[in-house]
């Protein structure tokens, strides 16, 4: 025992160390996770040649204050305890380089923690930490700084110093402000600043050069600094839950941003700059104020993703469908006519719209079922049963190729049914439809009038006149009804709702 180098008990349910253990003296791994630990023996700290010491996930409340005498600790970690402090003896670990304190119950730091000028990474996550002492400025080694969830009101001025910076956390917690110290961290990476209380940014945040994503979102803010286009390496801004009444016209001028996510804010408008924007590739909107896409959407046209759910949109441009890019397209719960979103996705159908339109899947399904049936058909020859089976397939789709708008292709469908049953009265009752709907409006409604009285010969309808008429009210409540059609179609109902 007296050359063991590595010793892990964890997962043991052990609550208590025995004090020989620090005659360990040539241990520099000892792992004791994920036990049921309240203290430490004060013989710790005799481990001279420990670098790595594991006590995560235990109920230590204090530690010994000998801890401090552990020289050549590299690796720290106290996650899931309940430490309510850190004893100032930690400041004498003066290799220490990782240091993991999340889930615990500390208020604060201890003041000279800075003296741990080694540090590399220092997570604190998921405290109850209330402020930073100044002297966190000398950790000028940091690279990783975690402190989530806490309740940090304020930061130092003194943050600004951690020249080597790459990650820092700071969402969750109660910040009004940032100092502007913060632009001087010019290696940042990572940067989380959601779920605050940030009323505004400083000006020097444009300084962060290296930042690829900039998240803000659940704050409090109504505007960006104006030199936010200088964020050159920026490709994701989220502002989504926060007070802007409008897209800052500065966000355009950063050079390669690729998505904005902006929903449940309060934005009215989308100013044209944003709209000459060529990298967006994804544009969140959804839950604002919107009335209208402008019709200089189409100019996004590297575009991919489009959300602006929850908005006050009565209608949709027709330049969403030269937006070759956008695959994903989500315009639920706004005042959007049918058949406007029914023209819109047969212009972009490769793309996945939301609200789902149910007769577009009829439509496939009954498309499905004709190519069977014509295979089925082509192979095997029919039967009187099997005509009138195909014919009832073809009633089928030419209803949802009407249904879904696809106009020009609803003759072919009737006719190809009417060859296997010349009298079926519901493929009948589609044909002037089909003219109805390519507007050809003279032929249409000689021929509602020509089929008005004759026998439908079904149970659900006396007269063709009553199977043409419940079929417009369907066609209104589909809402693909355009206002030239429902011009002719008023007149057409009149004359055949007039006595013969």
């Not at 349910?13 to 000892?30: C, F, H, M, V």
């Not at 009101?153 to 990650?167: C, F, Q, R, V």
Request: glycine share 4%; proline share 6%.
């Amino acid at each position: 025992m007296k050359e063991l180098k590595e010793l892990w008990l964890g997962r043991n349910k052990l609550d208590r160390i025995p004090a020989e253990i620090g005659q360990l003296s040539t241990l520099n791994w000892l792992g004791l996770d994920n036990n049921q630990l309240t203290e430490l023996p004060a013989e710790i700290g005799k481990m001279s040649a420990l670098e790595t010491l594991s006590l995560d996930n235990n109920h230590l409340q204090d530690l010994p204050l000998e801890i401090g005498q552990l020289s050549r600790l590299k690796n720290l970690d106290l996650s899931g305890n309940e430490l309510r402090e850190l004893p100032e003896e930690f400041s004498q670990l003066p290799q220490l380089l990782n240091l993991s304190i999340p889930h615990n119950q500390l208020e604060h730091l201890p003041e000279n923690i800075g003296q741990l000028n080694r540090l590399e990474r220092l997570d604190a996550e998921n405290n109850q930490l209330t402020a930073l002492p100044g002297s966190i400025g000398n950790m000028t080694r940091l690279e990783s700084l975690k402190l989530g969830h806490n309740h940090l009101n304020t930061l130092p001025k003194e943050i600004g110093n951690l020249a080597s910076l790459k990650e820092l956390s700071l969402r969750s917690n109660h910040l009004q402000t940032l100092p502007p110290e913060i632009g001087q961290l010019a290696s940042l990476s990572e940067l989380y600043l959601g779920y605050n209380q940030l009323t505004s940014l400083p000006e020097e945040i444009g300084q962060l050069t290296q930042l690829p994503s900039l998240d803000l979102r659940f704050n409090r803010l109504e505007s960006l600094p104006t030199n936010i286009g200088e964020m050159k390496s920026l490709d994701m801004l989220v502002i989504s839950h926060n007070q802007f009444q409008a897209l800052a016209p500065e966000i355009a001028r950063i050079p390669h941003l690729k998505a904005i996510f902006a929903d449940s804010n309060q934005i009215s408008h989308i100013p044209p700059a944003i709209l000459q924007m060529r990298s967006l590739t994804n544009l969140e909107l959804g839950g604002n104020q919107l009335e209208r896409l402008p019709p200089e959407i189409k100019e996004l046209s590297g575009l991919t993703a489009l959300k602006v759910a929850g908005n006050q949109i009565r209608t949709l441009p027709m330049e969403l469908i030269e937006l070759k890019a956008l695959r994903y397209l989500d315009v639920s719960d706004n005042p959007i006519p049918v058949m406007r979103l029914k023209e819109i996705r047969r212009g972009i159908p490769e793309c996945m719209m939301l609200p789902r339109d149910s007769t577009e899947e009829e439509w496939l399904n009954a498309f499905r079922s004709a190519k069977k049936a014509e295979e089925y058909l082509l192979q095997n020859g029919f039967s009187e049963q099997d005509s009138i089976t195909a014919a009832s397939i073809y009633t089928n789709l030419a209803w949802y190729q009407l249904m879904s708008m696809r106009f020009e292709s609803v003759d072919s469908s009737l006719q190809r049914g009417l060859s296997f049953v010349p009298d079926d009265p519901y493929l009948q009752s589609n044909l002037p439809h089909s003219l109805l709907f390519q507007r050809k409006f003279k032929e249409a409604r000689k021929m509602y009038v020509k089929m008005r009285s004759k026998a439908f010969g079904s149970d659900r309808f006396e007269t063709f006149g009553e199977a043409f008429l419940a079929d417009f009210k369907e066609f209104e409540e589909e809402g693909i009804i355009s206002e030239e059609i429902h011009q002719a179609l008023e007149m057409i109902k009149s004359r055949l709702q007039q006595k013969k």
